[in-house]
């Protein structure tokens, strides 16, 4: 067995995730290497949803029964989770949503009916990155499509990261608002945030953070980032579907207009008008993702329970290694940076001229789960001239075996086709 330093003890993390003990195919062991599209989930989470269920399910906030007043307490409690697990300076900063997708919706929403200074226009820019997953750069188009606001974007270089060469062009004076990825989703690359953050402050913009592949693998300190708005997701650490964050500065979101309307995020309603709560109660209306909150701080528990930064090193010491046998594959290309420093643990390749989705297919045969597509980041696929890429991405529970597996499979893979 492949000994690497700085690796957990994987042996017995992996008894709290049930679904690991799998056979898929005819008895073949289950070699999950799909965790940048959602991870799993332990039986720690998957208890605290059945024992909400079970025992304090109601809905939140307004009632004053028992049941009312302990679904709140849980639901509240997460919010504080949540708002020590990112270090925000006050839990009235943390949004609940459905997903990320939602969170980057309500900053580019709010941005367009907001009242000056911050209100996005016809004389004002947008910029975002070419390595965007698609939920950070539609809403944006979208954005511009209907205020007439000018998009723009940084490049990629060669070897997969942002082309900062001319950033005083693109990050001006007219910039209200850079959204960029912490760490790409396809390419793996963790973002220079202080370098572009600088600029955007110098000419007063908005800067909002998307860090779905950054908070279930390293800490995450929205004070240390700098950023404005920090756009997450649940089900990549651990947590269920269906629950995501917005974290953004409390004068922000005083100053900011709500999305949505209805229920809960409201002070008083006349039939001639409404006035609204405070953050971030303003920005939750109707019933919220209850459950998926609660689990959502179970998951918190637990990977507080590892430790980020141990965490974050298993996944260096995995993808260094996972690197270095990849390059081993003949035919294999890597797409984004082929050393594992400034790297997450998603790795995007090709092999020769075979179809991502054909390679994806024989995997999976094998028992080998990975991701095949443009992973809802096609503009990078442009950029490099590629139809898709295969994706094989690490947790806290991979292993050295997992990539040796992989390895192996790729090596069918090249067999099957010739």
Known sequence: MTQLPGLLDTEAIRKDFPILDRQVHDGRKLVYLDNAATSQKPRQVLDALNEYYERYNANVHRGVHVLAEEATALYEGARDKVAEFINAPSRDEVIFTKNASESLNLVANMLGWADEPYRVDSETEIVITEMEHHSNIVPWQLLAQRTGAKLKWFGLTDDGRLDLSNIDEIITEKTKIVSFVLVSNILGTVNPVEAIVRRAQEVGALVCVDASQAAPHMPLDVQALQADFVAFTGHKMCAPTGIGVLWGRQELLEDLPPFL?????????????????????????????????????????????????????????????????????????????????????????????????????????????????HHCARPVCLRYGIPATTRASFYLYSTPAEIDALVDGLEHVRNFFG
Do not use: C, N, W
């Open 261 to 373: 309307g209805g229920g809960e995020m409201i002070e008083t309603v006349s039939m001639h008008s409404s006035t609204y709560a405070p953050a971030p109660h303003k920005f939750e209306a109707g019933t919220p993702p209850i459950a998926q909150a609660v689990g959502l701080g179970a998951a918190i528990d637990y990977l507080g329970s590892i430790g980020m930064d141990k965490i974050l090193a298993h996944e260096h010491a995995l993808t260094q290694y996972a690197v270095r046998r990849l390059q081993e594959v003949p035919d294999l290309r890597i797409i984004g940076p082929t050393t594992a420093e400034d790297r997450g643990a998603a790795i995007s390749f090709t092999l020769g001229d075979i179809h991502p989705h054909d390679v994806g297919q024989v995997l999976d045969e094998q028992g080998i789960a990975v991701r095949v597509g």
